[in-house]
T-cell receptor, first 114, second 119 residues
């Protein structure tokens, strides 16, 4: 079990460009979550998948954001037409469907929009 | 109103002393879970301990214990015999049940406490 992995770890992009991040959860974890963390704040929930179904989206997830988990394994988070306010750490977490409730986090992708 | 309140932005503690990090929460849902995570300077969130709202006993995990006072809506983290490696940001988080529309299972985090252990 190698833990949750995220790619890339860092991304610098110009305003207006599209970016895509990938998250590979712990194998056999049915649930996958995306969070955003800005400097000096705790993570904020963005969206959540159970297997391939996206079950919940936060109001923070504007129309420019889209997430997928096509085969119920890895997930992608795409931000279209990036804005400077999108600069943040994007964290992915996974958990089992039943039993232990804790979410295991990946190392995050730090996005800088210039 | 903040759902998770951590009133200590920063704390300095001498090595080997016990530490209590405060957390109060706000929910009207009878079913909820409380979590503590550690975030070192490397950035990764590390799960420490969990307390369910119906759990009768306070949770413990090694040097970590959770002082759960349901009537006061507080869930303080206690670290016994602190070590230099405990220096990090600590976040309290809550997952609410479906009564409050929290069916997402997404966690609501506080703003964190920056703990620095001094030798």
């Amino acid at each position: 079990d190698t833990g949750v992995s995220q790619d890339p770890r860092h991304k610098i992009t110009k305003r207006g460009q599209n970016v895509t991040f990938r998250c590979d959860p712990i194998s056999e974890h049915n649930r996958l979550y995306w969070y955003r963390q800005t400097l000096g704040q705790g993570p904020e929930f963005l969206t959540y998948f159970q297997n391939e179904a996206q079950l919940e989206k936060s109001r923070l997830l504007s129309d420019r954001f889209s997430a997928e988990r096509p085969k119920g394994s890895f997930s992608t988070l795409e931000i279209q037409r990036t804005e400077q306010g999108d600069s943040a750490m994007y964290l992915c977490a996974s958990s089992e469907l039943a039993g232990v409730p804790e979410q295991y986090f990946g190392p995050g992708t730090r996005l800088t929009v210039t | 109103a903040q759902k998770i309140t951590q009133t200590q932005p920063g704390m300095f503690v001498q090595e080997k002393e016990a530490v209590t990090l405060d957390c109060t929460y706000d929910t009207s849902d009878p079913s909820y879970g409380l979590f503590w995570y550690k975030q070192p300077s490397s950035g990764e969130m590390i799960f420490l301990i969990y307390q369910g709202s119906y759990d009768q006993q306070n949770a413990t995990e090694g040097r970590y214990s959770l002082n759960f006072q349901k009537a006061r809506k507080s869930a303080n983290l206690v670290i016994s015999a602190s070590q230099l490696g405990d220096s990090a940001m600590y976040f309290c988080a809550m997952r609410e049940g479906r009564y409050s529309g929290g069916g997402a299972d997404g966690l609501t985090f506080g703003k964190g406490t920056h703990l620095i252990i001094q030798p």
